[in-house]
């Protein structure tokens, strides 16, 4: 066989287009075929010739010259199928697909397994940011005990922005929108469904053990405010969008996305705008951070472009190519429920300005055996109202929430606004 490996690319949209121009760097790679949704479409791509396009995905999934299918569609419907055809076809695996990987790895690597193929996906967590790699290789001698990652773009965007202008959520998503940082239907971003898919991923490399994504607990942003923000501030901390992942004393695995007040003592509070970064702590390396770009064509691409390069190397050499990089656990983790964690919370609460009210939430936080690090209220709102804010130590979530139930039924309090768990 001659050494030029060739490629099958599956969708030519932002990510795509970046693969393909910069492959093109590239003379041991050929682009053979591509698939796109309109054949018609303008585009402005160096080299491209339009003999190569084709509506049929499926026919370059059974196309015999192609030795890698690179899929940059993205969703369920039709990468699975497009995927698990190609796998036994016997092609090598590029995708840049988290929610495939996430809710369908497990079938697709026993699949890869069967037909000795390899499934790369470097692209899928943190964009150009290397992180599947470096855990699978050189981080491979390493026991990892907890992974805390800021992995949306978007989310990280609006919350930056909302700190700078003092502003409330609505308006800074609308302008994220309009500025094309956010998408028409924001959901999967601002709800935390795309970290929960990138954490799930991570943690399941991490640790070594499959991670069932439906079951990770996520909270989105869209419940943050502007005094949120200003209460962090005053007391040393940001507010992020954090993706965890931690093994427990008992093995069990913690896995949960949800904002997070962010002691400005860590690095990771400084990851700001459309940046992401993993922090990784684990024996022996001890603490690592990596960051950069999450997102966009070309920081995809690179991300692509390697994992297809990896792949060329080896492919007309050996039957077997990058085995440390195929996928080799199976055992499912145990995942802890959110209500057996322990975390410090940031409380804020809406109450009427009466005598005693701050020393009845004390009172509830010690009934429920939460051990406040600070109380306090900062004068009277317009409506004569009381704004209370409590920061607790180390507390189990389950009395947290027995206890904001306690603070919601009490009849001097109007309600508890917002519950935000801490990172020191
Ligand atoms: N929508 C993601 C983000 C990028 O905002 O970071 C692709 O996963």
Redesign the pocket.
Known sequence: MDNIVKVGLLGLGTVGSGVFKTLSNFDNVEVTKISVSNINKKRNIEGLSQEILTTDSMSIVNNSDIDIIVEVIGGINPAFDLITTAIKNKKHIVT?N?ELIAKHGEEIFELAKKFNVSVLYEA?V??GIPIIMPIKMALAGNKISKIAGI???????ILTKMTNEKADFEPILKEAQELG???ADPT??IQGY??A??IAILASLAFGKRIDSSLIYREGIDNISAVDIEYADDMGYKIKLIALAQITENDKVDVRVHPMFVSKKLPIAYIDG?L?AIYLKGHPVGEVMFSGP??GEFP?ASSVVGDILALAEEIPYTDNPLPMLKCKHEEKAEQLDIKHTENKYYIRVSAQNTPGVIGDLGCICGRNKINLSSIFQKGILADGSARVVLLTEPSKEEAVQKAVEEMNAHSQVKQVMNVIRVMD
Request: aromatic letters at 12%; glycine letters at 16%; charged letters at 20%.
């Open positions: 840049a988290k899928a943190a964009g992995l949306n773009g978007t989310t990280n965007f940082y956010a998408e999967g971003d795309d970290a898919y990138k459309v992401n999450g997102a995809t």
